[in-house]
């Protein structure tokens, strides 16, 4: 089965690791507590903490920012660097090494060309409209398996429209920027899109449900 794992607190009554014998699409901080087979992450702070935590290491990982540079360019690209800000870099140096902005910080990240983390063309239409992490996620299940079933847990906008807490933990991404009605736009277009049949577990079907498609 092809499950697409948001971050809502309605997840938090299902056992996670039920999961591993499927393909898993998960978002953020979702790494913390399991591993995905594919992790996708818009974010710049985000990205930061995935990996500086050596997730991408071994880890399929799409990011929006992931721009390899190689090493030669490292002294030429720090020049472009805003004069006073603050640079966060990781060591040992490589031979590529991506650049990527957190607010105000820039972030010299050295990679492994083995490492299977990459840049995904993101979707939307444009910076203030694009897709969230959750809704790329989905998109991109989608995408890779066209006309499967898509089944998606943790999208609690999507069974609440007020719900005020869509994420379990949010200190980079706090769930006052999150417009219900943009994402549910972005739900509209994916679906219009593809063939995929999505279910959202919690609305199509409870978790015990959910739960005996995934012992068939």
């Given at each position: 089965?092809?499950?697409?794992?948001?971050?809502?607190?309605?997840?938090?009554?299902?056992?996670?690791?039920?999961?591993?014998?499927?393909?898993?699409?998960?978002?953020?901080?979702?790494?913390?507590?399991?591993?995905?087979?594919?992790?996708?992450?818009?974010?710049?702070?985000?990205?930061?903490?995935?990996?500086?935590?050596?997730?991408?290491?071994?880890?399929?990982?799409?990011?929006?920012?992931?721009?390899?540079?190689?090493?030669?360019?490292?002294?030429?690209?720090?020049?472009?660097?805003?004069?006073?800000?603050?640079?966060?870099?990781?060591?040992?140096?490589?031979?590529?090494?991506?650049?990527?902005?957190?607010?105000?910080?820039?972030?010299?990240?050295?990679?492994?060309?083995?490492?299977?983390?990459?840049?995904?063309?993101?979707?939307?239409?444009?910076?203030?409209?694009?897709?969230?992490?959750?809704?790329?996620?989905?998109?991109?299940?989608?995408?890779?398996?066209?006309?499967?079933?898509?089944?998606?847990?943790?999208?609690?906008?999507?069974?609440?429209?007020?719900?005020?807490?869509?994420?379990?933990?949010?200190?980079?991404?706090?769930?006052?920027?999150?417009?219900?009605?943009e994402l549910f736009r972005q739900h509209k277009r994916i679906?219009?899109?593809?063939?995929?049949?999505?279910?959202?577990?919690?609305?199509?079907?409870?978790?015990?449900?959910?739960?005996?498609?995934?012992?068939?």
């Open positions: 089965m092809i499950v697409v794992i948001a971050n809502g607190t309605s997840r938090s009554v299902f056992d996670i690791n039920l999961l591993k014998n499927h393909i898993t699409y998960g978002c953020n901080e979702l790494y913390k507590e399991y591993t995905p087979t594919h992790m996708v992450c818009k974010d710049g702070p985000m990205i930061w903490d995935i990996c500086r935590d050596g997730y991408t290491k071994e880890n399929k990982c799409y990011f929006k920012m992931f721009d390899r540079f190689p090493a030669m360019q490292y002294e030429m690209l720090k020049l472009t660097f805003p004069t006073g800000g603050k640079v966060l870099e990781t060591q040992p140096q490589t031979k590529e090494f991506v650049i990527f902005g957190t607010g105000s910080t820039m972030v010299i990240y050295w990679t492994d060309p083995n490492e299977p983390t990459q840049k995904l063309e993101w979707w939307g239409d444009g910076d203030d409209n694009s897709y969230t992490s959750e809704t790329a996620a989905m998109r991109l299940a989608c995408l890779n398996h066209p006309e499967q079933n898509i089944y998606c847990i943790g999208y609690d906008y999507y069974l609440n429209r007020t719900a005020d807490n869509i994420i379990l933990s949010s200190k980079n991404i706090p769930t006052e920027e999150f417009d219900s009605t679906e219009e899109e593809f063939d995929n049949k999505i279910y959202h577990i919690g609305k199509h079907m409870n978790y015990v449900q959910f739960e005996n498609l995934l012992n068939k």
